[in-house]
C-alpha cells in the first residue's frame, strides 16, 4: 500500500495515511450526502482537533505550551501500534492557546503518540526512525529519541533555552475513537493532548568559605552521570548498563560555566555585610550549568553528580574527587511540605525542570552537612551517600 501526501493547510505538514481508501470515511454517512461524486461531500469527513497543553509543571493550571514548544508532531499509530502517519506544526500558530491541529482520519480507534522539540530546524535530540512518506512498516516500538553525544559518550549541549525558545522534548499520548458523529455542524471536536517535558536545567554552585574571593570555576570539572541519553516511545530510558552495574560512559558535561560575584569581604574579613566591603576581594561562586534527559527515581542508585578539582591531586595523581552524591535522591528529598498534591516522587521529578544545588567548600573540602537544592537545604544525615 502507497502513502499519498495529503496537504491540509499552507503551514501544517501531514504524511498520509496508509489506511483503507478513502471513500471508506463516507461509511455509515447519509446517502443523500454521499451517494454521488458529484454531490457535496462536506459531510463525509471525519475526524478531529487536537489542543495541546503543557500544565505538568510546578504551577498547575497555567498552560506553557505556547511559550515553550516550537514544533509538535503527532505520530499516529493503531491500537497494536503500527504506525499509520504523522502530522507537524513549525509555525507560529503554536504560540496561541487556541492553536488547534486538524486531524482528519476514516473512523476507527488510533492511539497517537506526540511529541514537541523533535521536528524544528534548531532541534536539540535525535529522532529515529525518521518516517517518511515511503515508508511501508514501522512500530511504536521502534521510536528511539536520543540526547546526542560526542565519541567519548559525553553531552555538553544546551537542550531547551526558555529565553530563545529553543530546544527542549515534551512528549505526550491520547487514545481517541473516530465515529461518522465526528463532523457535525461543519466542525470536528476537539480532544486534548496533555504534554510533559523531558528535558531538565540543572545548575550547580560552588561556594568557597575560607577564601571566597579565589573561587575561580577553572579549576573545577563537574560532571553528571546518568543511563537517560536514550528515551523509547514509551517515555522511559533504554538502558545500556545492567541493573545496578556501573555506568559505561555516559555523562553530561556542562554547557556553560562562569564565575559570579555575590558581594564583597568587609575590612575584617567576614561576608554578608554592608558595610566597609574591600571591592578588591570578591566573593566569588563558580557556576556551572547542565541540560539532561528525563529524570527517573530508577536511577536513584546509578545516577551521580561529580565534581573534581585540579587544585589536588589523588592518590593516583588524578584530580582530586570532592563532591560526588546520588543526584536523584537529593533531587526527591527537595518535596516541599505543601507538595501534597503532587502523588509521586517520580512525579516531582516530572514537574520540576529547573534544579538550582550550591554546595559549600572548606579550603577546597566540601562542607558535607548540607546541600542547597533550590531553596531547600538537604542535610547529609537525612540522606544516605552511596544509595
Not at 560526588?324 to 537529593?330: A, E, M, Q
Request: proline letters at 4%; charged letters at 20%.
Amino acid at each position: 500500500m502507497k502513502f499519498k501526501s495529503v496537504k491540509i493547510s499552507n503551514k501544517l505538514r501531514r504524511t498520509a495515511i496508509g489506511l483503507p481508501v478513502l471513500g471508506a470515511l463516507c461509511l455509515g454517512m447519509s446517502m443523500s450526502s454521499c451517494e454521488s461524486l458529484y454531490d457535496d461531500q462536506s459531510d463525509c469527513r471525519t475526524g478531529i482537533n487536537l489542543a495541546f497543553i503543557y500544565d505538568y509543571h510546578m504551577e498547575p493550571g497555567a498552560n506553557a505550551f505556547p511559550a515553550n514548544v516550537d514544533c509538535v508532531t503527532v505520530y499516529v499509530f493503531d491500537p497494536q501500534g503500527n504506525y499509520l502517519t504523522q502530522l507537524t506544526e513549525t509555525s507560529d500558530e503554536l504560540r496561541d492557546e487556541n492553536y488547534r491541529m486538524p486531524l482528519e482520519l476514516p473512523e476507527g480507534s488510533y492511539h497517537l503518540v506526540v511529541y514537541g522539540g523533535t521536528t524544528c530546524e534548531d532541534a536539540t535530540v535525535e529522532f529515529t526512525p525518521g518516517w517518511t512518506s515511503s515508508t511501508t512498516s514501522g512500530h511504536k516500538n521502534d521510536i528511539l529519541v536520543t540526547v546526542p553525544t560526542d565519541a567519548n559518550g559525553e553531552s555538553a549541549k544546551q537542550l531547551h533555552d526558555i529565553d530563545t525558545r529553543t530546544g527542549g522534548l515534551f512528549y505526550g499520548t491520547l487514545d481517541v475513537t473516530i465515529t461518522e458523529k465526528d463532523f457535525t455542524m461543519g466542525t470536528f471536536r476537539t480532544e486534548t493532548v496533555n504534554l510533559m517535558k523531558d528535558t531538565n536545567h540543572i545548575q550547580v554552585i560552588l561556594q568557597e568559605l575560607s577564601q571566597p574571593d579565589q573561587m575561580n570555576h577553572e579549576d573545577y570539572d563537574f560532571f553528571i552521570d546518568d543511563d537517560n541519553f536514550t528515551l523509547n516511545g514509551y517515555n522511559n530510558p533504554v538502558y545500556t548498563t545492567s541493573r545496578g552495574g556501573a555506568l559505561t560512559g555516559k555523562t553530561y558535561k556542562p554547557f556553560a560555566r562562569q564565575n559570579r560575584i555575590m558581594g564583597y569581604v568587609d575590612a575584617e574579613g567576614r561576608t554578608g555585610t554592608q558595610v566597609e566591603e574591600d571591592p578588591s576581594k570578591p566573593v566569588q561562586v563558580a557556576c556551572a550549568e547542565f541540560s539532561t534527559s528525563r529524570l527517573v527515581t530508577g536511577h536513584a542508585a546509578t545516577s551521580r553528580l561529580r565534581v573534581t578539582t585540579s587544585l589536588e591531586q589523588d592518590k593516583d595523581g588524578n584530580d582530586k574527587e570532592i563532591i560526588n552524591i546520588p543526584l536523584i535522591t537529593y533531587l526527591q528529598a527537595t518535596r516541599g511540605f505543601g507538595d501534597t498534591w503532587i502523588k509521586s516522587d517520580q512525579e516531582y521529578l516530572d514537574r520540576q525542570s529547573r534544579w538550582n544545588l550550591m554546595f559549600f567548600l572548606q579550603r577546597n573540602a566540601w562542607v558535607s552537612t548540607r546541600v542547597v537544592v533550590n531553596s531547600w537545604v538537604v542535610r547529609i544525615n537525612d540522606i544516605e551517600l552511596n544509595q
